[in-house]
């Protein structure tokens, strides 16, 4: 199964976490597909069987600026290949900021949605403030992940 891995990043922690998701898909025969710098195009012509978006929050909730226009992009078209799709999101953000804690994974839920891709798991949320190594700690995540690709 092929597993486009979209990526939102400020300080570049989303970014490794995605890294490290496309890193444990892989060992467990996945094909991914991963740039920070990813176009619509880009991800089309991978032709991807499942979506993970793994983001960041900014500001009041916001997705990081680097994930704006592909996000911006993906809403416009909807493309119709992707419904059905499983798909799942990562949201990194720091809870002490109340209700805007993982925003821009929540926007990327939505955006699913919106695509009618099919859930398979709840979203992760990884706290900054609790966590010092969110790659490690998606690892039982991903593992579900897996599982869930694989039904």
Same mark, same amino acid.
């Given at each position: 199964?092929?597993?486009?891995?979209?990526?939102?990043?400020?300080?570049?922690?989303?970014?490794?976490?995605?890294?490290?998701?496309?890193?444990?898909?892989?060992?467990?025969?996945?094909?991914?597909?991963?740039?920070?710098?990813?176009?619509?195009?880009?991800?089309?012509?991978?032709?991807?069987?499942?979506?993970?978006?793994?983001?960041?929050?900014?500001? #009041?909730? $916001? *997705?990081?600026?680097? &994930?704006?226009?592909?996000?911006?992009?993906?809403?416009?078209? %909807?493309? +119709?290949?992707?419904?059905?799709?499983?798909?799942?999101?990562?949201?990194?953000?720091?809870?002490?900021?109340?209700?805007?804690?993982?925003?821009?994974?929540?926007? #990327?839920? $939505? *955006?699913?949605?919106? &695509?009618?891709?099919?859930?398979?798991?709840?979203?992760?949320? %990884?706290? +900054?403030?609790?966590?010092?190594?969110?790659?490690?700690?998606?690892?039982?995540?991903?593992?579900?992940?897996?599982?869930?690709?694989?039904?």
């Amino acid at each position: 199964m092929k597993v486009a891995i979209i990526s939102g990043s400020v300080y570049g922690t989303a970014e490794e976490v995605a890294r490290h998701a496309a890193k444990i898909l892989n060992t467990a025969g996945f094909e991914t597909w991963h740039n920070p710098r990813a176009t619509l195009v880009d991800i089309q012509a991978f032709g991807p069987e499942a979506l993970l978006a793994v983001t960041s929050t900014t500001g #009041m909730g $916001e *997705l990081p600026d680097n &994930l704006q226009t592909l996000y911006s992009t993906i809403r416009d078209l %909807l493309p +119709a290949a992707w419904r059905g799709l499983p798909g799942a999101v990562i949201g990194l953000g720091d809870a002490s900021y109340g209700d805007t804690f993982c925003g821009g994974g929540e926007q #990327m839920r $939505e *955006l699913f949605g919106e &695509l009618g891709l099919r859930e398979v798991l709840p979203m992760l949320r %990884l706290d +900054a403030s609790e966590s010092v190594t969110p790659e490690t700690d998606a690892e039982p995540w991903l593992a579900e992940l897996i599982t869930a690709l694989r039904g």
